[in-house]
């Protein structure tokens, strides 16, 4: 299976983890990464690594990632900016490779919200504020391109929350740990290979105990979840 990922830096750390998953499971896998630190769509567009792959190869999947710190924006500043970009992917994407699924990496919010917007949007000035508009904004650019959702904030809030136990940030609290890597991997995994991560490959940088925690909570959370079914259905565009 030919897959692009094109995203910021933290495509970079899960797409090194998708990679092991994917080989040591037996699967086939040729994935090609175009990341850009800090790297918007626009930055992407304007840059066009990842449009110039899609003229040149074939592709099965290919997964899109908007940054943090603009997928938690109001809809007006989104559709004049995330939108306008990710229509020139999603168009090129389909003119060159007409049969491939395409996908959205919904991120995690930063661990403290995104303080610099401060009065401007104080709402996500906390995680909660900024991962819930993440979460949202996803859900309706995937409605209104007709792609596919790997969402990965959703269920990052819920572990989050529900396992504070374990670490899923570095300590600039806003790339994943390996933790956090792992667990982005194996929702994504998910997503693209519609499989359980249950009895595929553990990750050297993780204890086997914590590899088989996140299995479990991906199998029994991510696959045919009716809950987020419901919210996504909720949500307008």
Known sequence: INIMVVGSSYTAYYQRVLKEIVTLDGDSINLRTISIGSADFRIQVNDGSALSYNRQNPLDYVMLQEAAYMACLHDSSLQSSTYVATKTLIDSIRFYNPDTRIGLYMTHAYKNGHSDYGDQDPVVCTYTGMQDRIIDNYIKLAKNFNVELAPVGYYWKKFYETFPEFELYL?????????????????????????????????????????LFIHQYVHDNVLNDKEFQEYYNSVEI
């Open 171 to 211: 300590s600039d609290n806003s790339h994943p740990s390996h933790h956090g890597a792992y667990l982005t991997a194996c929702i994504i995994y998910a997503t693209i290979y519609n499989k359980t991560p249950l009895g595929t490959s553990l990750y050297e940088k993780l204890s086997e105990e914590d590899c």
